[in-house]
């Protein structure tokens, strides 16, 4: 698959120059034998409590991406079945990151708890066909009758009451005459089967908790497992794609639609998306927020969608690299450098360029008139022959890296240093002439440079070479802006250690934000509204944080420009 493919923007022709994968295979297989009369409906299925992160986004892409491929429709559904951990702000969230990846749900945008009276009515067919029954055991009864992987189950002593006393109690549960935990509506399927999910599921519980959207109308509430297949079969799915742990709740899914007798989707799972050196756990992420390690859910070092759009992401980024991880049957691990391989790709060919100086020392070109400015002609994107020039300020005070002046100049240093003539990109060649130091430290404040008037543009007539060309900007003329660097969030590979003994904030790395509060930025991007995306010539891509404003200008370092994953791939392909 070339890279261009995949950089279009274009989803429909994305889908269509991706590689096969087995869900795809089992959609194209389907259609061929007219399974589901050549339809194609699939869903994303988030339970709206907490913000959305890089691995739903690969679910996403996935069942949007199909449902596009094949002229079908994806729907967005909350799985809002569980009172307690659910809000509207995670809704709403939802809604806008589904969106910004690029998605449109039409008017198909559902809520399981919509279906609340139907699946009531469900579950009393169920107990009327002798398959479901009120059971009087307490959670932790049910799980000592559950039995072990290698002992069979116990039956609950309440398995075999009549239909009518199950729908009297069940009714009666409704009715909110019991206590939360005190009675459960379970299915009766079989307590020795070797899958656990098939020993007499809890269907329905108690609890007395105020709904989000129903409010205090129900006091039972369904349980995953009897909610979700329900739940596609009456949104009419076809292909119900889910992650690789819901394998062995597939013939739960299956005996539900089957004893109701109701439209039978497929489901088919795939590998959850892991990622190096960060956490995709909401429970994890939901801790990070609650206890200030992050500023909030779409702190820029969060791998939410909200905290990567907020860092500089581009939804193509994200799109490029779902589609390049692919899907299969077995969970890994994949390295956080190709996400950021993906997201350099993107923005090298769109975003625009400027100078901005992170850690500025002052720089005095001691033969350049003491008014003068001159505009100097830079590139705006040399990927992109439409982005055209813009004027950058020159004038004899200016601003360069810290890092790019030595006194001292160790080998192979080529930047400034005393002596050494360098480029200034875009306008002059300068030779440094000597230094000013504070005499109370002997901190270097100054660096004197003469200039080559005859280098205009940063041209040599004489064709001399330098071996260095730095950025600048103009001392008079430059913005003040805060600089936020960001490092991975976790130290360990594995931040999403499943180990419980350890706590995992204890991984965090104390280095992950890094803030240069005194930069300057070339005066062009002064009204650039917050998130618009910049390569800042030598040090990255950054983009305007959302709360930027004119008087205090706030950038963050989306990505520096080194690609770990571009030298990988390299000795890779050297090695075969
Ligand atoms: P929870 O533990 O709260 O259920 P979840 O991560 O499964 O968390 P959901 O809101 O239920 O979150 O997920 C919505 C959809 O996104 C599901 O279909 C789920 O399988 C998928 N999904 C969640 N995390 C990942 C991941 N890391 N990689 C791929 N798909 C994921
Ligand atoms: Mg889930």
Known sequence: ?????????????????????????????????????????????????????????????????????????????????????????????????????????????????????????????????????????????????RGTPTEPGRESPYRNRSVDENLDLFERMRAGEFPDGSRTLRSKIDMASPNFNMRD?????????????????????????????????????????????????????????????IHHPQQIEFDRLNLTNTVLSKRKLLTLVEKGFVSGWDDPRMPTLSGLRRRGYSPEAIRTFCSRIGVSKTNGIIEHSLLEHCLREDLNQTSARVMAVLDPIRVVIENYPDDQVENME???????????????????????????????????????????????????????????????????????????????????????????TIHWVSAAHALDVEARLYNDLFVSEKGDDENENTDFTSLLNPNSLEVRPSAKIEPSVKDAAPFTRYQFERLGYFCIDKDSTPEKMVVNRTVSLRDTWAKIEKSQKAAV
């Open 201 to 261: 599921p809890v269907m329905y519980r108690i609890l007395h908790a105020e709904h989000h959207r129903t409010g205090d109308k129900w006091c039972i509430y369904p349980m995953y497992d009897f909610a979700h297949g329900e739940s596609d079969s009456i949104e009419g799915i076809t292909h119900s794609i889910c992650t690789l742990e819901f394998e062995d709740h597939r013939p739960l899914y299956d005996w539900y639609v089957e004893q109701l007798g």
């Open 378 to 468: 830079a590139i705006n994107n040399p990927e992109d022959p439409n982005s055209g020039t813009r004027s950058v300020p020159f004038s004899k005070v200016l601003y360069i890296e810290r890092e790019d002046f030595r006194e001292d100049p160790p080998k192979q240093y080529y930047r400034l240093s005393p002596g050494r003539e360098v480029r200034l990109r875009y306008a002059y060649l300068v030779t440094c002439t000597g230094v000013v130091k504070d005499p109370a430290t002997g901190e270097i404040v100054e660096v004197r440079c003469q200039y080559d008037p005859a280098t205009r543009g940063g041209n040599t007539p004489d064709g001399r070479k330098v071996k260095s």
């Open 1 to 145: 698959m070339s890279s261009n493919a995949v950089n279009t923007g274009n989803l429909v022709k994305n889908e269509a120059v991706r590689p096969s994968n087995f869900v795809r295979d089992i959609i194209l297989q389907d259609l061929q034998t007219g399974k589901y009369n050549g339809r194609v409906r699939t869903r994303f299925p988030p339970e709206p409590n907490g913000y959305l992160h890089i691995g739903h986004a690969k679910s996403i892409c996935l069942n949007f991406g199909l449902a596009i491929e094949f002229g079908g429709e994806c729907n967005l559904r909350f799985d809002d079945t569980n009172p307690c951990k659910e809000e509207t702000e995670y809704v709403e969230s939802i809604i806008e990151d589904v969106r910004w990846l690029g998605f449109d749900w039409q008017d198909r945008l559902f809520y399981a708890s919509d279906y609340f009276d139907q699946l009531y009515a469900w579950a009393v067919q169920l107990i009327k066909q002798g398959q479901a029954y009120v059971c009087d055991l307490t959670a932790e009864q049910v799980r000592e009758y």
